[in-house]
């Protein structure tokens, strides 16, 4: 594995699974990392090296594309090439490894391609009979500035960890959340002011859950400890549980559908091209 893709898919791993930049990770969660890591690897290298990989190719205009839309998420140059350093990485390795990820996502969707779309009436059958499915959680829009307490970091052992959420907490009163939380958080949100988006209730931590109603709409709230660390969360709206009607739940019943047969498809391939190479 070459080091740009080891420390690529470490970001894009710890990212998304622990919400977490890879330099904040404990011990047993960098082994996990590495783990998945090792996995992903052996499946793109397998499908970059497929007969069907050989025949795909990932024009200028698209990796720039990708390329643009990775800067785009960060407030500034000077953030984007942060995190780049952060991450081992420099802008031809990104520029490497965002190819490879563009060149695996369009074999994959050249392998599963062919699916029929989900009718109305199979969708609204399968609508009748799971209602109970269909009950929307309330959903919150948060922004949220989080210290982790990692007991193998001296810095972010309990008490220090808990004194930079206070002072954290104490520049709120005169800054602005996205100032503050690119300057304390260690959410990968940092970045983008603070804003995690619409939440479901029943992914968020329960000690953030029991928050969330007494707040107002902007209000910051205390510090919450979880069994990550320590967070201050801002409301910026808010949509009560309810039942979902067909009408709504139709176009997602479809991608659902989609995504499935999709991902039926592509395992099925992977499975037989990761046998045939033992």
């Known amino acids: 594995m ?8 470490t970001a894009k791993v710890a990212t998304e699974r622990f919400k977490l930049n890879p330099e904040w990770l404990s011990d047993q969660q960098r082994q996990d990392v590495d783990t998945q890591v090792a996995h992903l690897f052996r499946i793109q290298a397998a499908v970059l090296g497929s007969e069907l ?20 998420g960060y407030p500034s140059s000077e953030d984007f090439y942060r995190a780049l350093r952060g991450q081992k990485l420099s802008e031809s390795d990104l520029s490497l490894a965002l190819k490879d990820e563009l060149r695996c996502n369009k074999i994959l969707e050249l392998v599963s391609s062919d699916v029929p779309e989900l009718s109305e009436e199979a969708a609204f059958e399968h609508y009748q009979a799971n209602q109970e499915k269909f009950v929307r959680p309330s959903l919150w829009e948060l922004s949220q500035i989080l210290v982790t307490v990692n007991s193998d970091i001296e810095e972010n052992h309990r008490e220090p960890a808990f004194a930079r959420i206070q002072a954290a907490k104490q520049e709120l009163k005169e800054w602005d959340f996205s100032q503050v939380a690119l300057k304390y958080s260690e959410c990968p949100s940092a970045v983008n002011d603070g804003y995690l988006g619409w939440c479901e209730e029943p992914k968020l931590f329960p000690q953030i859950v029991q928050q969330l109603p007494l707040l107002d709409l902007m209000e ?49 391939w992977l499975t037989q091209l990761l046998e045939t190479q033992g």
């Open 2 to 9: 070459e080091a740009y893709q080891r420390h690529y898919l």
């Open 53 to 72: 990989g050989t025949q795909t190719y990932i024009h200028d205009n698209e990796l720039e594309d990708a390329m643009n839309a990775v800067k785009e």
């Open 220 to 268: 910051i709230s205390s510090v919450i400890e979880t069994e990550i660390g320590f967070h201050v969360v801002r409301v910026h709206s808010v949509k009560p549980a309810g039942q979902v009607s067909f009408e709504q739940a139709y176009p997602y019943l479809k991608q659902k559908h989609q995504q499935r047969a999709r991902a039926y498809l592509q395992k099925k």
